[in-house]
């Protein structure tokens, strides 16, 4: 049997030619549009008018939820914006009378006592010396007197000087939308987030896989810099004590350096979130929203990393729209690092309104029934299912010009991943090129984002023992959804046997799942610290393998239905709207024609 559509190469060049035509126009649409986006109740009524969603009470209550907070961010945003000019000139005004501080604090030092022996030492190891002591706000703490003592009466003296730290304004309450597979979380978050473009600067829209390994490079960039600085100090640390210092000073700087590297360690994950959502380079200023997709607790990393980072962004002023398949309090059902997790879903709940979708229904699997001759998914693995695979690669590489060349796209980490077919946006892989190797999240996400469509060939019917294959066409699957890329497959089975099983047995091993969990968690945040890899043979990441068991059934009903989802008119034609290939694309054009009318009016 073969199911597909037979207006995929029509329809995808028709958008493209339509794009073509009205080139001339599209720098002030855009503008207009980001200007009068619909909110995320007007982008779902118009929707369901139009006969592409079936109304669901629940739906359309949480689209209201949604957008009640988007009406709230335009004030925030410029009450953020106000309030980042106030902090950043407190922090200069504050920097300032620090350094004046340890200036005065150096030359008391220098004229008596313990400080006399400053003037034994040559010049320009005393420079040296000065610049590594009073370098990132010091706080000079005396042995034997506590090391915060020093440290408070000296921001008790700025305070008096500059006063407290001004205030963020309060942040709306964002909201944690849950519920089943299909029910339409991610779509209604979406919906928000493409609401906020031109209300609020800072936004970002991560799923789970990605964020993962965002923290993961962040913390390693961190730690490497960690080692990097530990390395100087120890070379440092080596001459002062050969230094013709007493005791007490000797101590003094020993304790300083030791101090200085618990900090850093406390603080390496408030460090990544301050890193997480903002853009330092745009120097942005004003409100920070997040949307997070698939809120999940897999492991202890997890758990530690995301109630670190989310509660600082949370008490920073970001505004959190976060999806999942379960309620706050069932995250964690194992009980791991359980008082981290709690006050972690305390602070979630102070920021968010917690929302269910409580429908039953799969609106994925719904949509498509009703579409099921669009669908341009090819099976069983016989010669008439590939001649038709064949032929759609073949008809639609020759319309964008025919030229199938080998890429390399970057990864994180600095890796690379070749690309063996490809062609303007369009790239060709099978199976076990993308799933039978040691490669992840990362590389898929590559992929995802430089290639709108993607076809993979050879796709087997799942079993325990492909699980590890199994895990990875999952996460495959997530990231070319998240992306909302085009799919066209050539498979064993239907997309509902797919995750049956074989004659080999089912999908379903719960203990080995978990066993494996716990096992290749540990060597992946070795591997991403110390070395920037992740898991083995340079896989970048363990992510796939980090599922318990009944995560892993929640992942393969989550898979089933986005694959479902991907074959229908709806999901096809917000490929051109929603791709980072045509987003790219698009804001090229934009540069170009801003380039190109300032060339005009200086001539």
């Known amino acids: 049997m073969r199911i597909r559509a037979s207006s995929i190469v ?29 909110g995320p109740l007007m982008q779902y009524k ?31 945003e410029k009450d953020m914006e106000e309030y980042h000019v106030n902090l950043a000139n407190w922090e200069k005004s504050r920097e300032n009378e620090r350094r004046r501080l340890l200036m005065e604090e150096a030359k008391v030092k220098q004229q008596g006592g313990e400080g006399g022996i400053w003037t ?64 339409g979380k991610t779509m209604l978050m979406d919906m928000f987030y493409s609401a906020t473009e031109g209300i609020v600067k800072n936004r970002r829209r991560h799923h789970f896989n990605e964020a993962m390994l965002k923290i993961n490079e962040h913390m390693h960039k961190i730690w490497k810099n960690q080692v990097e600085e530990k390395s100087l100090q120890s070379s440092f640390s080596g001459w002062i004590m050969n230094l013709p210092f007493d005791t007490k000073v000797k101590e003094w700087l020993a304790a300083e350096e030791r101090y200085k590297q618990e900090v850093q360690m406390k603080n390496i994950l408030p460090a990544v979130a301050d890193e997480f959502l ?61 008082e981290i997790f709690l006050k972690f879903i305390a602070k979630l709940k102070n920021h968010c309104e917690i929302v269910l979708i409580g429908t039953e229904i799969d609106y ?10 669009q669908v341009h998914y090819f099976w069983p693995l016989n010669s008439i299912a590939a001649k038709e695979f064949e032929k759609l690669w073949c008809e639609l590489t020759n319309q964008l010009g025919g030229e199938i060349t080998t890429d390399n796209v970057p990864v994180m980490f600095g890796r690379t991943l070749e690309v063996p077919k490809s062609c303007e946006g369009v790239a060709r892989f099978t199976f076990e090129y993308l799933c039978g190797r040691p490669v992840g999240a990362a590389d898929y996400i590559a992929v995802a984002e430089n ?153």
């Open 10 to 38: 029509s329809s995808f060049f028709s958008t493209t030619l339509s794009r073509r035509t009205c080139i001339h126009h599209r720098i002030n649409v855009v503008r207009f549009y980001s200007q009068t986006r619909p």
């Open 46 to 76: 118009n929707l369901v008018e139009q006969g592409k969603l079936q109304h669901d009470p629940y739906q359309e209550r949480v689209a209201s939820e949604l957008e009640k907070l988007l009406g709230r961010l335009e004030e925030y």
């Open 120 to 183: 034994s030492v040559n010049k320009h190891r005393s420079e040296l010396l000065q610049r590594w002591t009073f370098r990132k706000k010091i706080e000079n703490v005396e042995p034997g007197v506590g090391k915060w003592v020093s440290y408070l009466n000296r921001e008790r003296k700025l305070d008096s000087f500059t006063g407290r730290r001004p205030t963020a304004p309060p942040a709306p309450k964002g909201l944690y939308i849950y519920g089943n597979v299909g029910s």
């Open 278 to 338: 903002v853009d330092r380079q745009l120097d942005q200023r004003g409100a920070s929203i997040l949307c997070f997709d698939e809120i999940q607790t897999v492991d202890v990393f997890a758990i530690v990393a995301l109630s670190g980072i989310l509660s600082r962004l949370l008490s920073t002023g970001t505004v959190l729209v976060a999806t999942s398949n379960r309620a706050p309090n069932e995250l964690n059902q194992d009980g791991m690092q359980r």
């Open 364 to 373: 994925r699997r719904l949509i498509a029934q009703s579409s099921i001759d």
């Open 451 to 603: 290639y709108h469509t993607v076809f993979i060939s050879d796709i087997p019917m799942m079993s325990m023992r492909i699980r590890d294959k199994a895990r990875r066409f999952i996460t495959l699957i997530d990231e070319l959804y998240n992306h909302h890329c085009r799919l066209c497959c050539l498979s064993a089975s239907s997309i509902d046997e797919l995750f049956q099983g074989t004659e080999e047995g089912t999908l379903f091993d719960l203990e080995s799942f978990q066993f494996e969990t716990e096992t290749e968690g540990a060597k992946l945040r070795t591997n991403v610290l110390a070395e920037g890899n992740v898991g083995s043979g340079g896989a970048p990441t363990g992510i796939i393998s980090m599922l318990s068991g009944q995560e892993e059934m929640f992942a393969f009903r989550r898979a089933v239905s986005r694959l479902i989802e991907m074959q229908t008119p709806l999901y096809l034609e917000g490929v051109h709207i929603l791709h980072p290939y045509f987003w790219r694309q698009q804001q090229e054009f934009q540069n170009n024609c801003v380039s190109t009318l300032q060339s005009h009016s200086s001539s």
